[in-house]
């Protein structure tokens, strides 16, 4: 730090950049590292495979990138994603997909909307309202099932899904353009809309933000709305993959998503991240999972990885952050005079001794 | 808010002081005492029979006891400002299925060595949140997929049972039989240990320099460390206690459940969590009490047992539990915002 020279500068800066954009990096090593040695990786079947898997869990990071960046937490995405998938096919007997889909996907904007109100107006934690409508949810869907996972098996039930399957072009169905569209919207609104930018305001520093005559409660609310929204849309892509809603369809989905979320440069303090860096460590993780399996391992190396991967990433987050946090305003000159001072006491206690 | 601060200060809003403080004090065991009388009054009109029994408490205490084992440990990580731990669930999982895998060397060798691991997992977690300041929901989630990771890899998705690892039939008997003993044929083990563990970590919270000091690292993280106090060293003392009790709840869950098997311990993060934010620990830190916690616990009991009682199914309990949860934390909230003692 004590010489700023312009090499020292230039490469501070190229540093500062790999570390912004180490997501796209990543997601390069692995994607090449596949590529090279996983047998069958490069077929348009599993690629295909891996776009399908990753454009549900995409549409919950969505929400959820927006959530940390207000600096607040939602639980509750893996449970209205398989509320949403249960509502989107249960109800599909009475009033078709044409009803029940736009109810599933409402249910999840509700549910959202519920979230906010209690975190902006009853000022409750959002850790804790979240947590308890992860349980009321569950009870809910159990409830409303009787126990028991939908499937349909009438010969209109897996129209939807045969549309969203189609193949437009090799790799890109319907499923897929739907998330691309979704993401593509978010990062425009959240990089250059002026409400987008607020967001990160309000994650940053939400008394600055609210003083800077933002309406925090109001963002509070809509960004909860729109995780529920997303997830929702998340849940229904899942369940019409196979014309059936298992309950624990989105179990999974809450580790995957936050952990995804994280490991894209998504902070859990707020105000930093971004919707785009979210999908390509969704995509990642799906790459590495997808040649993970394609090597013959099994599931529980997955798990395993996982939680290297996310326990790197954090530790790695925050001994930046404590080695920021321990040289930051140090004054490298005073330091060294500091250190003369210390020497000259040595010595001055070494003759005193002598 | 920020608009919360001038209310605080208005004198109109003192008059519901009483009320706040009967809230913030007594706080969970009035719930207690409301779903008591609420037991009581169902019993009199006859919806439901053998409430009040004492058979019916004993059963009651009996089936919290683990979770109030894992809770009073994760009150700890709570009351330090850090939220929760949740690599809980697979900490007892993995001390569990460690334990009976260890039983071939016997029975103490099994005990130790679970709480060795025990406490390797505790010491993890307080190095990368105490020392480096991780931030401990994520931390521990990740902790929580590499220890499931490891409970896959190592014992690859198999289940372990006590007789079969043990070498001897007396170890594999003692392990069984340990957490099954009863005391004048009705107070079980687990049950006695989570009162002496709320009597002790009640002293070790209120009574001693550690638990002091922790209060102050908790409410107010950055003068505690001006103030000389190694925040560091707190911390990391909560997480270890945290992953400790939850060594004991895993024994206790795997000894039960006679087999050491991944999915032990599933739920049981949220569940502690759950009794201890009713029961008065904030999640902003340094405030509530292991005593509040015990409440919390119960009352989750008496709620359940009154539930299954009127004949409601598991499913619809969660839906009135998740409810009262949010509810018990907003009026808690609130109080203390009235009270001008919060100002978030």
Not at chain 1, 131 to 144: D, F, R, V
Not at chain 1, 292 to 300: A, D, P, R, S, V
Not at chain 2, 170 to 189: G, N, P, V
């Given at each position: 730090?004590?010489?700023?020279?312009?090499?020292?500068?230039?490469?501070?800066?190229?540093?500062?950049?790999?570390?912004?954009?180490?997501?796209?990096?990543?997601?390069?090593?692995?994607?090449?590292?596949?590529?090279?040695?996983?047998?069958?990786?490069?077929?348009?079947?599993?690629?295909?495979?891996?776009?399908?898997?990753?454009?549900?869990?995409?549409?919950?990071?969505?929400?959820?990138?927006?959530?940390?960046?207000?600096?607040?937490?939602?639980l509750?995405?893996?449970?209205?994603?398989?509320?949403?998938?249960?509502?989107?096919?249960?109800?599909?007997?009475?009033?078709?997909?044409?009803?029940?889909?736009?109810?599933?996907?409402?249910?999840?904007?509700?549910?959202?909307?519920?979230?906010g109100?209690?975190?902006?107006?009853?000022?409750?934690?959002?850790?804790?309202?979240?947590?308890?409508?992860?349980?009321?949810?569950?009870?809910?869907?159990?409830?409303?099932?009787?126990g028991?996972?939908?499937?349909?098996?009438?010969?209109?039930?897996?129209?939807?899904?045969?549309?969203?399957?189609?193949?437009?072009?090799?790799l890109?169905?319907p499923?897929?353009?739907?998330?691309l569209?979704?993401?593509?919207?978010?990062?425009?609104?959240?990089?250059?809309?002026?409400?987008?930018?607020?967001?990160?305001?309000?994650?940053?520093?939400?008394?600055t933000?609210?003083?800077?005559?933002?309406?925090?409660?109001?963002?509070?609310?809509?960004?909860?709305?729109?995780?529920?929204?997303?997830?929702?849309?998340?849940?229904?892509?899942?369940?019409?993959?196979?014309?059936?809603?298992?309950?624990?369809?989105?179990?999974?989905?809450?580790?995957?998503?936050?952990?995804?979320?994280?490991?894209?440069?998504?902070?859990?303090?707020?105000?930093?991240?971004?919707?785009?860096?979210?999908?390509?460590?969704?995509?990642?993780?799906?790459?590495?999972?997808?040649?993970?399996?394609?090597?013959?391992?099994?599931?529980?190396?997955?798990?395993?990885?996982?939680?290297?991967?996310?326990?790197?990433?954090?530790?790695?987050?925050?001994?930046?952050?404590?080695?920021?946090?321990?040289?930051?305003g140090?004054?490298?000159?005073?330091?060294?005079?500091?250190?003369?001072?210390?020497?000259?006491?040595?010595?001055?206690?070494?003759?005193?001794?002598? | 808010?920020?608009?919360?601060?001038?209310?605080?200060?208005?004198?109109?809003?003192?008059?519901?002081?009483?009320?706040?403080?009967?809230?913030?004090?007594?706080?969970?065991?009035?719930?207690?005492?409301?779903?008591?009388?609420?037991?009581?009054?169902?019993?009199?009109t006859?919806?439901?029979?053998?409430?009040?029994?004492?058979?019916?408490?004993?059963?009651?205490?009996?089936?919290?006891?683990?979770?109030?084992?894992?809770?009073?440990?994760?009150?700890?990580?709570?009351?330090?400002?850090?939220?929760?731990?949740?690599?809980?669930?697979?900490?007892?999982?993995l001390?569990?299925?460690?334990?009976?895998?260890?039983?071939?060397?016997?029975?103490?060798?099994?005990?130790?060595?679970?709480?060795?691991?025990?406490?390797?997992?505790?010491?993890?977690?307080?190095?990368?949140?105490g020392?480096?300041r991780?931030?401990?929901?994520?931390?521990?989630?990740?902790?929580?997929?590499?220890?499931?990771?490891?409970?896959?890899?190592?014992?690859?998705?198999?289940?372990?049972?006590?007789?079969?690892?043990?070498?001897?039939?007396?170890?594999?008997e003692?392990?069984?039989?340990?957490?099954?003993?009863?005391?004048?044929?009705?107070?079980?083990?687990?049950?006695?240990?989570?009162?002496?563990?709320?009597?002790?970590?009640q002293?070790?919270?209120?009574?001693?320099?550690?638990?002091?000091?922790?209060?102050?690292?908790?409410?107010?993280?950055?003068?505690?460390?001006?103030?000389?106090?190694?925040?560091?060293?707190?911390?990391?003392?909560?997480?270890i206690?945290?992953?400790?009790?939850?060594?004991?709840?895993?024994?206790?869950?795997?000894?039960?459940?006679?087999?050491?098997?991944?999915y032990?311990?599933?739920?049981?993060?949220?569940?502690?969590?759950?009794?201890?934010?009713?029961?008065?620990?904030?999640?902003?830190?340094?405030?509530?009490s292991?005593?509040?916690?015990?409440?919390?616990?119960?009352?989750?009991?008496?709620?359940?047992?009154?539930?299954?009682?009127?004949?409601?199914?598991?499913?619809?309990?969660?839906?009135?539990?998740?409810?009262?949860?949010?509810?018990?934390?907003?009026?808690?909230?609130?109080?203390?915002?009235?009270?001008?003692?919060?100002?978030?």
């Amino acid at each position: 730090m004590s010489s700023k020279t312009s090499k020292g500068i230039r490469r501070e800066k190229t540093l500062v950049f790999i570390d912004k954009n180490r997501i796209f990096i990543l997601f390069g090593v692995v994607f090449l590292f596949m590529a090279i040695f996983a047998p069958r990786f490069m077929t348009t079947f599993n690629l295909t495979t891996i776009m399908r898997t990753t454009a549900m869990n995409a549409t919950a990071a969505i929400g959820f990138t927006m959530i940390l960046i207000i600096a607040q937490l939602d639980l509750s995405i893996g449970t209205i994603i398989t509320f949403a998938g249960v509502v989107g096919l249960g109800l599909k007997q009475y009033i078709g997909y044409g009803g029940s889909i736009p109810i599933a996907i409402l249910a999840g904007c509700l549910i959202g909307l519920i979230n906010g109100l209690l975190v902006a107006k009853a000022k409750i934690s959002s850790f804790i309202v979240t947590l308890g409508m992860l349980t009321i949810l569950q009870g809910a869907i159990y409830t409303i099932t009787r126990g028991n996972s939908i499937s349909l098996s009438s010969p209109d039930a897996f129209a939807v899904s045969d549309w969203l399957s189609k193949m437009l072009i090799p790799l890109i169905t319907p499923r897929v353009v739907i998330t691309l569209i979704l993401v593509a919207a978010f990062t425009v609104f959240l990089r250059f809309t002026r409400v987008g930018r607020n967001l990160y305001m309000v994650g940053g520093n939400r008394q600055t933000a609210w003083l800077a005559g933002i309406n925090t409660d109001l963002y509070t609310i809509v960004t909860f709305v729109i995780s529920g929204f997303t997830a929702a849309v998340g849940g229904v892509l899942f369940a019409m993959e196979g014309a059936a809603a298992t309950l624990n369809l989105g179990d999974t989905s809450l580790m995957y998503v936050i952990s995804a979320v994280i490991i894209g440069g998504t902070a859990m303090s707020g105000g930093k991240g971004g919707v785009l860096k979210s999908f390509f460590a969704i995509l990642s993780l799906d790459v590495l999972y997808n040649g993970i399996i394609l090597f013959g391992l099994g599931n529980e190396v997955k798990i395993f990885i996982a939680g290297v991967i996310l326990a790197t990433v954090v530790l790695y987050e925050a001994y930046t952050q404590y080695k920021h946090d321990k040289t930051v305003g140090q004054r490298s000159e005073l330091l060294k005079e500091v250190d003369q001072l210390k020497e000259k006491l040595r010595a001055s206690k070494q003759k005193i001794a002598g | 808010m920020e608009q919360a601060k001038y209310e605080a200060i208005k004198p109109g809003v003192l008059r519901h002081s009483v009320v706040n403080w009967v809230f913030v004090t007594i706080g969970v065991y009035l719930i207690a005492i409301v779903l008591l009388v609420l037991g009581i009054v169902l019993q009199l009109t006859g919806t439901i029979n053998n409430f009040l029994t004492a058979q019916n408490m004993l059963n009651i205490i009996d089936a919290v006891s683990m979770l109030g084992i894992v809770a009073v440990g994760m009150a700890f990580v709570t009351y330090s400002g850090h939220y929760a731990d949740l690599s809980v669930p697979t900490t007892m999982a993995l001390t569990g299925i460690v334990a009976v895998e260890m039983l071939k060397f016997g029975f103490v060798a099994a005990m130790l060595s679970a709480i060795v691991v025990g406490f390797v997992v505790g010491l993890i977690n307080a190095v990368a949140i105490g020392k480096f300041r991780a931030n401990p929901i994520i931390w521990t989630l990740a902790v929580n997929y590499m220890s499931m990771g490891v409970i896959r890899l190592v014992w690859v998705n198999k289940q372990i049972y006590p007789d079969m690892t043990a070498s001897t039939v007396r170890a594999s008997e003692m392990f069984d039989a340990i957490f099954r003993l009863r005391f004048f044929d009705k107070i079980a083990l687990p049950m006695v240990m989570m009162i002496i563990l709320v009597i002790v970590l009640q002293f070790v919270m209120r009574r001693t320099k550690f638990g002091v000091q922790l209060k102050m690292t908790g409410a107010a993280r950055t003068p505690a460390r001006f103030s000389g106090i190694n925040v560091e060293r707190m911390i990391a003392i909560a997480f270890i206690i945290c992953a400790l009790t939850a060594t004991i709840g895993g024994l206790a869950v795997t000894s039960l459940n006679r087999v050491g098997a991944w999915y032990n311990g599933k739920g049981y993060e949220f569940k502690a969590v759950t009794a201890v934010v009713i029961g008065g620990v904030t999640l902003a830190g340094g405030r509530g009490s292991i005593i509040g916690v015990l409440g919390g616990v119960l009352v989750i009991g008496i709620l359940n047992n009154i539930l299954t009682l009127l004949g409601v199914g598991t499913f619809s309990q969660d839906m009135i539990r998740g409810a009262i949860f949010i509810i018990v934390v907003f009026v808690n909230a609130r109080s203390l915002r009235k009270m001008g003692r919060d100002y978030e």
